[in-house]
């Protein structure tokens, strides 16, 4: 079964500084991989994803993952923390069933707290 | 211009009661979800629609009963009501079929649901 593992329940950085949030997975096949953000008491929004291609990916807000297929990670990095990044980031893996549907399988979530 | 919106925001209930929860998206996408967010945060899909045929059913209890009355709608009714089904609901969409899991999903802002 498809998997993805966030080992951090929460990063904490200085405004200014680089932040890396992980995310590992695990996979049969090639890996779709998503990133997402929570921001408090609203929904999901989407940062970026990896279907195939090169391995740094790039998204919304500054955001980018890098793809590594030999330590199975999909890291999410900014160069240079805002407060505003602070929030709950989701990875996630596609999961392909038998029946050719598909869903999100989600990792336990990260806190970012950036702070001034 | 809401992509993905959903009724209520907030819904505070007693324990046997019957709720509904609404969602609709304008974005013409094919495939609409449910997921359920505990209160440790943590994702899991409930069910999955596309072009309004019922492809993913989580092992949920009976008790929730998806309905989507068009591809633009997916509402989610639940009966007798337990503590357990205190949880944030989350709507999704994607312009996906099944077989490939490359699109993007576009969430919804929440049900907060407060079984007591």
């Known amino acids: 079964a498809q998997s993805v593992a966030q080992p951090e329940d929460q990063v904490n950085v200085a405004e200014g500084n680089p932040l890396t949030v992980k995310c590992t997975y695990s996979?049969?096949?090639?890996?779709?991989l998503f990133w997402y953000v929570q921001y408090p008491n609203r929904g999901l929004q989407f940062l970026l994803k990896?279907?195939?291609?090169?391995?740094l990916v790039k998204g919304s807000y500054g955001f980018e993952a890098e793809f590594n297929k030999s330590q199975t990670s999909f890291h999410l990095k900014k160069p240079s923390a805002l407060v505003s990044d602070s929030a709950l980031y989701f990875c996630?893996?596609?999961?392909?069933?038998?029946?050719?549907?598909?869903?999100?399988?989600f990792g336990s979530g990260t806190r970012l707290l950036v702070r001034p | 211009d809401t992509a993905v919106s959903q009724t209520p925001k907030y819904l505070v209930t007693q324990m046997g009661n019957d709720k509904s929860i609404k969602c609709e998206q304008n974005?013409?996408?094919?495939?609409m979800y449910w997921y359920k967010q505990d209160s440790k945060k943590f994702l899991k899909i409930m069910f999955s629609?596309?072009?309004?045929?019922?492809?993913i059913n989580e092992t949920v209890p009976n008790r929730f009963s998806p309905k989507s009355p068009d591809k633009a709608h997916l509402n989610l009714h639940i009966n007798s009501l337990e503590l357990g089904d205190s949880a944030v609901y989350f709507c999704?969409?994607?312009?996906?079929?099944?077989?490939?899991?490359?699109?993007?999903?576009?969430f919804g802002p929440g049900t907060r649901l407060l079984v007591l």
């Open positions: 999704a969409s994607s312009q996906d079929g099944p077989g490939r899991g490359q699109e993007t999903q576009y």
């Open positions: 996979v049969s096949g090639n890996p779709y």
């Open positions: 996630a893996v596609r999961d392909i069933r038998m029946d050719s549907s598909y869903k999100l399988i």
């Open positions: 974005l013409g996408h094919d495939t």
């Open positions: 629609y596309n072009n309004k045929e019922l492809i």
């Open positions: 990896y279907i195939t291609g090169d391995n």
